[in-house]
């Protein structure tokens, strides 16, 4: 037995070696690949050196946080877990948005149907680009973990720029009206960002109920935006305050307050620890 247990272990360390030798095969075999596209291309000394020292860097730098996509076997769970997971990880995130409350307020079903459908995540590397001033937006993003500020403008012409806090929205606009990201958001470090495709809302909230104080609240959103800068005032993709949101609301769906719904329930939990409106639906 113990020449079976020897066998064994001497099986499972041949194993790993292999993979670290195929892994780093790889990796040179990426870099050798990089350097030639370089030399072929007749990239710049300086701009070849950061391509390679980001490239570098990002497989190095990970996070600590598991992702989804990193574990193949959830994707083998049943639908009906999958949703329930889905909406335990990404509802916190989501009541962020006080919409979002409203919406489990009338309409468990079509929240849970946003988080399972139209949210996942994304890790941005230090010195990355979340996304960039100019491209269209179809996107809304809400920061998970780690640092990254928002820059308004274009590279080089924005002197000033804003930390964005855990769990803030940004380019909520994405949702409702054709919208251009008005700025740049860059990471620190590695940053988690949680992200709500905005086509995939649109097709995951196409159920009867809700659906008219969501075209109620969009038409409503998309007037202050336009509200706000013909009188003149700078929209940013933060643009939005969350009082100001919260009465929107309330009003759109006929709340009187926004209850703690489910979604609103997890997120304290946690703590504690330019187009027709709506034309997309």
């Given amino acids: 037995s113990a020449l079976v247990i020897f066998s064994s272990f001497v099986s499972a360390i041949t194993t790993a070696v292999t993979r670290l030798r195929e892994a780093n095969y790889a990796e040179m075999k990426q870099a050798d ?9 007749r990239i710049s000394l300086d701009l070849g050196n950061r391509i ?7 497989h190095l730098l990970h996070g600590n946080r598991v992702r989804e996509l990193e574990i193949p076997s959830l994707r083998r769970l049943p639908r009906s877990l999958l949703e329930e997971l889905h909406r335990e990880v990404f509802g916190p995130i989501l009541a962020h948005l006080p919409v979002f409350v409203a919406l489990d307020c009338v309409n468990a079903a079509s929240s849970s149907a946003v988080c399972h459908q139209a949210m996942g995540e994304r890790c941005v590397l230090p010195g ?3 996304f960039v001033c100019g491209d269209v937006a179809a996107e809304t993003f809400f920061l998970r973990s780690g640092t990254a500020k928002y820059w308004m403008g274009h590279f080089g012409a924005a002197e000033t720029s804003e930390k964005i806090r855990n769990g803030r929205p940004l380019v909520e606009m994405a949702l409702w009206l054709e919208w251009n990201y008005r700025g740049h958001v860059t990471a620190d470090m590695v940053t988690d960002f949680v992200v709500l495709d905005a086509n995939k809302f649109a097709m995951a909230v196409r159920r009867p109920n809700g659906i008219g104080q969501l075209e ?5 959103f998309c007037s202050m935006v336009v509200d706000a800068i013909s009188a003149g005032h700078i929209v940013s993709d933060l643009w939005g ?4 949101l919260s009465k929107l609301a309330e009003t759109s769906f006929g709340l009187r307050t926004l209850r703690m719904s489910s979604l609103s329930r997890q997120s304290s939990a946690l703590g504690r620890k330019g187009a027709s409106p709506f034309s997309k639906f």
Wanted: aromatic share 10%; no cysteine.
């Fill in 216 to 220: 109620v609240y969009a038409g409503s």
């Fill in 52 to 58: 390679n020292s980001f490239i570098r860097q990002s």
């Fill in 241 to 244: 305050s969350h009082e100001e």
């Fill in 33 to 41: 690949l990089i350097r030639r596209y370089i030399v072929a291309n």
């Fill in 128 to 130: 990355e680009e979340l």
